[in-house]
């Protein structure tokens, strides 16, 4: 499945979309940097509350196919000038982690 | 002999802008150099954990990258304050980052524990009121 795809399904909020034909091979939530760094993978959609720049550089070490903040959560004008830069998909939800989570499952994201 | 390095970039205290670049930057080359994308990971995680380090807890220093059949080495050296107590730092979720830095998502305490788990080989030397060195070494598979 396409990042095109998985935003048209679940309504999501498109702040950045540089490269919405990346594939998405499965998920990934959490907010603690380093634990992210260890254990999001290439072509997860990364879940998390935070809005701010550091999240772009983790999202591009990563190599996620895209980022998504939820709860409708407040992005930093910073993050978004970096995303749009770097070419990293920042995307926004009004579900939380775990509703979103839930729902990408039942999508067959796994 | 002197190393030759492919990275060598200065990294200022309390910079969270640039925080990424030069871990961002070394994936980059070794990419176009055709490394195996598991060294790569390794090295971004690794590269990242230090960069952030110094960022963080020091007053600024470097982080430098060379290539050599041993495999990747990263280098990394700040100007202080040192690390007191390194059997403690190296605790998973040991952590002295203020409320503010732990709102962005650091502070987890899981830095230096990635850093020992990602790399092959790791050397610190570190002193109180001089700095800290780290040498971490990625083989090349
Ligand atoms: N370069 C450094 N200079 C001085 N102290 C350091 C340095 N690197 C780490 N430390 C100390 O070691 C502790 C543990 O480091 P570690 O990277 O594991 O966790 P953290 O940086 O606090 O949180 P996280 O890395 O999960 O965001 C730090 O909180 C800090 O006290
Ligand atoms: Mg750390």
Known sequence: ??????????ELEVITATHPGK????????DLLSNVMAKAGKGDLWLTIQGHQNVVAVALLTGVAAVIIVENLEVEKEAIQKAEEKGVNLLRSKLSAYQLGGRLYQMGIR | MKEKYILEKRIEKGDFNKGGEASSKLKDLLRKLGVDSAVIRKT????????????????????????????????AA???PGIADLEKAFQPGYSTASDQVREMGFGAGLGLVNIKNYSDELKVDTK??????????????
């Open chain 1, 1 to 10: 499945m396409k990042v095109r795809e998985v935003i048209e399904k679940l």
């Open chain 1, 23 to 30: 594939e998405v091979r499965g998920g990934y939530s959490g």
């Open chain 2, 44 to 75: 971004a995680i690794v590269t990242y954990e230090l960069e952030m380090n110094i960022i963080i807890h020091s007053e600024g220093g470097w982080i430098r990258a060379a290539i050599s059949r041993e495999g990747i080495q990263i280098f």
């Open chain 2, 78 to 80: 700040d100007d202080g």
């Open chain 2, 128 to 141: 109180t009121g001089v700095g800290t060195k780290i040498r971490a070494i990625i083989h090349l598979v």
